[in-house]
């Protein structure tokens, strides 16, 4: 089996409102996220897939999360966030932990794996992957000595 990682870095910021401490307050995070994939066997350029396509199919859906705050769609507070930013995020799953982010982006890009998703640069170069490239995990950085990642276990 052959395996490649995408790194990206984003700042964001949380609040969990289930927090029994200083974490239930707004604060920030450096995050890095990788991106594992995975195939049995190589395309006919010999990757397991491009690296652009992996920029390309993550980058949009990412940028979402950057200098953003991510809340729990059922705390009181959101609503006066959002009347101040724009830039809020509600997670309607429970509290924006590093866990469900970890979970709502592996959800994305199986998604755009599942159906083959071509990416196009404004080049107009198009990306596509081939059937049978998984992903593999996702792992997100919260600070340089904690993460949190998701997976599916295989079913092949």
């Known amino acids: 089996m052959y395996r490649i990682c995408k790194t990206f870095e984003i700042e964001s910021g949380h609040m969990l409102s289930k927090h029994p401490e200083r974490c239930r307050f707004p604060h920030g995070h450096s995050r890095r996220i ?34 953003a705050l991510c809340v729990n769609a059922a705390d009181p ?46 080049e107009g170069v198009c990306y596509k992957v081939r059937p049978g490239v998984r992903l593999e995990r996702v792992r997100v950085w919260e600070t340089s000595s904690s993460w949190a990642e998701y997976a599916v276990e295989d079913e092949r």
């Open 77 to 122: 507070s959101l609503a006066k966030l959002r009347a101040f930013d724009e830039r809020v995020v509600a997670f309607q799953e429970g509290d924006p932990t590093t866990e469900l982010l970890a979970r709502r982006i592996f959800e994305h890009l199986s998604g755009l794996l599942a159906a083959g998703q071509p990416f196009q640069t404004a």
């Open 34 to 67: 990788e991106l594992v994939l995975a195939a049995d066997r190589l395309d006919e350029n010999d990757m397991v897939c491009d690296f652009k396509w992996i920029k390309l199919a993550a980058g949009e859906f990412l940028d979402q999360f950057d200098h």
